[in-house]
């Protein structure tokens, strides 16, 4: 899967404002979620596109994330 860049990862920490970090695609993005998916998976996390149009919900990562778990 790819998208024109840059994606945006974005979630909900402890505060009512999201915070978000921006990746130079969606590989990039998609390994930052996996990488840090312990904390993450608690915070909605979202991959919006370069005009932050949702690109990746949080029940589609969070299915994903338990597909890679049963096939790891």
């Known amino acids: ?7 945006h990862l ?3 920490a402890s505060g009512a404002a999201p915070e978000t970090e921006t990746f130079p ?5 998609l390994d930052a979620v996996e990488e840090r998916w312990e904390v993450l998976q608690h915070q909605a996390p979202q991959i919006l596109d370069h005009r932050k149009i949702l690109l990746i919900s949080t029940e589609q ?3 994903a994330m338990v597909e890679e778990d049963e096939a790891g």
């Not at 695609?25 to 993005?29: C, G, H, I, R, S």
């Open 1 to 7: 899967m790819s998208t024109q860049g840059p994606v």
């Open 61 to 63: 990562l969070k299915d």
């Open 10 to 12: 974005r979630w909900r």
């Open 25 to 29: 695609d969606l590989d990039a993005a």
